[in-house]
């Protein structure tokens, strides 16, 4: 007795979503609100697509209106990169299943591929030292060899890069966006203790990799 391919695609395409939202995303990123955004866009994403791909209505219009709807979603309310990786998973999950290809394990390879590339690419131990942060100084600091030296004292790691966005000399502040590594592998919750410095802020929360956080003393 042979499954419905259909059958086959719905139980594959929930399988995925739900791996991809409480397997993945949920446990390291704890946002509830977008664990139903995921699961809804991915639902609503594979019926559109399925009933386009069976209808006299053109795919390509399908798949505009859908672009509309995303980019509605994602400007309405301000995600991370890495927030607007796992909605684009999500919704992909969704069209392999709802476009049914031929053969079917074409489209159940391409969700298995999807969420082991999202469980690499989102893993804790990836990059885990690399960090982004915005910071306001308390000083104003014109030169970048300066500026570099003293974010190093303060965060107590390599700097990378550095952007000057704002230079505030009334206010005697630098606002700058600031890339870097830390020397040394934090633990869960660890904050990191800058060295004593005139000038400089005692303490600084550990960032998320690739998460800006607006630092002011």
Do not use: C
């Not at 992909?92 to 298995?112: K, S």
Request: net charge neutral; no cysteine; charged share 15%.
């Amino acid at each position: 007795m042979s499954i419905d391919p259909t059958i086959t695609l719905i139980l594959a395409d929930l399988i995925a979503a739900a791996v991809l939202t409480f397997g993945l995303y949920f446990p390291r990123h704890r946002r509830r609100d977008l664990v139903v955004a995921y699961l809804g866009i991915n639902v609503g994403v594979f019926a559109v697509s399925a009933a386009l791909a069976s209808s006299s209505v053109g795919a390509g219009l399908g798949l505009g209106l859908l672009g509309v709807l995303s980019i509605i979603r994602l400007r309405s309310d301000e995600l991370s990169q890495r927030e607007v990786a796992y909605y684009f998973a999500a919704l992909t999950i969704g069209l392999l299943g709802g476009l049914a290809p031929d053969p079917t394990w074409l489209a159940i390879a391409g969700m298995a591929l999807v969420v082991a590339v999202m469980w690499f690419a989102d893993h804790p131990a990836l990059l885990s030292r690399a960090r982004q942060q915005v910071i306001v100084v308390d000083r104003a600091i014109a030169n970048e060899d300066d500026l570099t030296s003293h974010l190093a004292a303060l965060l107590d790691a390599n700097i990378r890069t550095v952007s000057v966005q704002k230079l505030d000399t009334v206010n005697d502040t630098t606002t700058v966006d600031v890339r870097y590594q830390l020397r040394r592998a934090p633990r869960l919750g660890e904050a990191i203790e800058a060295p004593g410095r005139a000038g400089a802020a005692s303490t600084v929360a550990a960032a998320t990799p690739g998460h800006g956080t607006e630092m002011t003393r």
